[in-house]
C-alpha cells in the first residue's frame, strides 16, 4: 500500500467500511459501485483495492461492524434485563429477528441475490482468518451462556454450537414470502419459544 502511511490505511480503511454502511443500506450490493464507494473517501478507484479484494468483502466488514454495533443494545434490552434464562432467550431471539428485517443493512442483505454474492466471496477468506471471526461474534452473548450453564440454568453442550442455534433464526425473515403473510408470525413464534425451551435443562 505504496503512498500511505499506517495511520492513513487504518483511517482510509475505517472511512471505506463506513462508506459501506451507509451506501449499502441505500442502495444495496449491486447498484453501489466501487466509484461511489472512493469518492466518498476521496480515493482513486484503483486505491480501493488496497484495501479490499472485492465489494463484497467490504459488505462484509459492514456488515460485521454493524452487527457488533448492534448487539450490546439488543442484549442489554434481553439478556442483561431478565433473571430467567429462558424468558431472557426468547426476548432476544424477537429481537434477533426485529433487527434482521428492519436495519436498512442487514435488510439489503436478506435478497437472496445479494446474499449468494456475498458469501461467495467471503468463502475465500482463510479458515483461520473467519475461526477468529467466528469467535469475534459470539463474545457478546458467550458470558451469559456460560454463567448460565455454571449455574445450571441452561442445557449441557458446547456454549458456541448453542449461540449458533440462537444465532440460526436470524436467517428467518428470507422466507418470510414462502411462509407466506398470515403463516409467518406464527412460525417465527413457534420456533423461537421451541430454542427458547429446548435450551433449557433437560430431566
Not at 42 to 51: H, L, M, S, V
Given at each position: 500500500m505504496r503512498g500511505f502511511d499506517e495511520n492513513q490505511r487504518e483511517r482510509i480503511r475505517d472511512e471505506l467500511i463506513e462508506a459501506g454502511r451507509d451506501l449499502?443500506?441505500?442502495?444495496?450490493?449491486?447498484k453501489t459501485t466501487i466509484a461511489d464507494l472512493t469518492d466518498a473517501v476521496?480515493?482513486?478507484?484503483?486505491?480501493?483495492?488496497?484495501?479490499f479484494d472485492s465489494k463484497e468483502l467490504l459488505y462484509f466488514e459492514a456488515i460485521q461492524r454493524e452487527g457488533h454495533e448492534v448487539a450490546d443494545e439488543m442484549i442489554a434490552n434481553s439478556l442483561g434485563a431478565e433473571d430467567d434464562p429462558e424468558r431472557a432467550i426468547r426476548n432476544f431471539l424477537h429481537s434477533l429477528v426485529e433487527t434482521t428485517q428492519e436495519n436498512r443493512l442487514f435488510k439489503q442483505l436478506l435478497d437472496g441475490e445479494e446474499m449468494e454474492q456475498v458469501m461467495r466471496k467471503v468463502s475465500d477468506i482463510p479458515e483461520e482468518e473467519m475461526e477468529v471471526r467466528r469467535a469475534d461474534s459470539f463474545a457478546h452473548v458467550l458470558p451469559y451462556v456460560e454463567q448460565w450453564q455454571a449455574e445450571g440454568k441452561i442445557r449441557d453442550g458446547d456454549p458456541i454450537a448453542i449461540i449458533g442455534t440462537m444465532g440460526a433464526v436470524k436467517y428467518l425473515p428470507l422466507y418470510s414470502e414462502q411462509l407466506g403473510e398470515d403463516n409467518y408470525p406464527i412460525i417465527r413464534d413457534m420456533l423461537i419459544d421451541t430454542i427458547a425451551a429446548g435450551l433449557m435443562p433437560q430431566d
Open positions: 449499502f443500506a441505500q442502495y444495496g450490493l449491486q476521496g480515493i482513486a478507484n484503483g486505491t480501493f483495492y488496497q484495501f
